[in-house]
């Protein structure tokens, strides 16, 4: 009843909004993307013809009623008004991941792409350079603070192994065993794949490593598949990179992968895989269904 009433009134504010100053523009489209993925919070957008952006009230159900943050649209990137001034740091939060999509090969990189992935890789850049905007995601995981965020940390057990999460990926995340159990009944390659795995990691408050911003491990909504032997093979960049300066280069033959259908089914479920990214996490997969929405309406898939 408490959420109704909010609802209620925020879209009546809305309108008043509105008939005061105008027809506004249409909602970003980009917007429903993100109503799609996230069905239970709702997103009232009210357009600042004095800002000219969006402000997006962001109304999330807790518990018996519910918590309201704002963030203004800013290009996609849903800043606070307090980081507005500095849209050069961050990126849009919709990205083109290659939902669907064969890994290139390194082979066929032109000296552009591994130069531009050398700086991306740098530690000055990674110290210095644009970033993805956690804003949103600390109000909707409420993770501003580790004190908050922990309050919505639970253990729960993944392929066999005891895993912290935070509580919206419960579901997601047995939906993905449900899927890798049921096909390893006829899939020859996923019995040996669960067997194999060593270790779950999830829920772990920490930067990204070179870098002055949140891992999504610290939310709870990420999770690192280890094996318990690499059988000599490469699965992160960034270990990589210690070793040899043209990490980039390295073939996919020479890093640990997932099975494909692992993979697959990770996606299917609105995760995105590191394996897919320039500074490839091959152990990495992480809960962004807004991503896999965008690719997927990209592709004409929906």
Wanted: proline content about 7%; glycine content about 6%; some cysteine.
């Amino acid at each position: 009843m408490k959420r109704i009433i909010l609802l209620t009134l925020s879209l009546a504010l809305a309108g008043l909004c509105f008939s005061q100053a105008g027809k506004p523009p249409r909602d970003p489209a980009e917007l429903e993307i993100f109503r799609r993925a996230y069905p239970d919070v709702f997103f009232n957008a009210i357009y600042q013809r004095d800002m000219a952006d969006w402000k997006i009230e962001l109304i999330i159900p807790e518990g018996e009623g519910s918590r309201t943050e704002v963030l203004y649209w800013s290009n996609g990137s849903m800043l606070p008004e307090s980081e507005l001034g500095n849209k050069e740091k961050y990126w849009t939060l919709l990205y083109n991941y290659k939902y669907g999509e064969p890994l290139e090969d390194p082979a066929n990189f032109t000296q552009e792409q591994i130069d531009r992935m050398k700086n991306f890789g740098s530690s000055e850049n990674r110290r210095k350079g644009a970033g993805t905007p956690m804003f949103f995601f600390d109000a909707l995981y409420e993770s501003h603070t580790k004190s908050s965020l922990e309050q919505h940390i639970e253990q729960i057990t993944f392929l066999g192994r005891p895993l912290r999460v935070h509580h919206r990926l419960k579901e997601p995340l047995k939906r993905v065993e449900a899927r890798i159990n049921a096909a390893s009944e006829t899939d020859p390659t996923l019995k040996p794949f669960i067997a194999e795995i060593n270790q779950l990691d999830a829920y772990y408050w920490r930067l990204i490593a070179g870098t002055n911003r949140k891992s999504f491990h610290s939310l709870g909504i990420a999770v690192d598949i280890l094996p318990k032997d690499l059988r000599g093979k490469a699965i992160y960049w960034s270990w990589t990179k210690d070793k040899n300066p043209d990490w980039m280069l390295t073939p996919l033959a020479d890093r640990w992968m997932p099975p494909q259908p692992v993979i697959d089914i990770f996606e299917n479920e609105g995760f995105i895989w590191g394996g897919k990214w320039g500074i490839w996490d091959n152990m990495h997969f992480e809960y962004r269904p807004e991503l896999i929405l965008a690719a997927k309406e990209r592709k004409g898939l929906l």
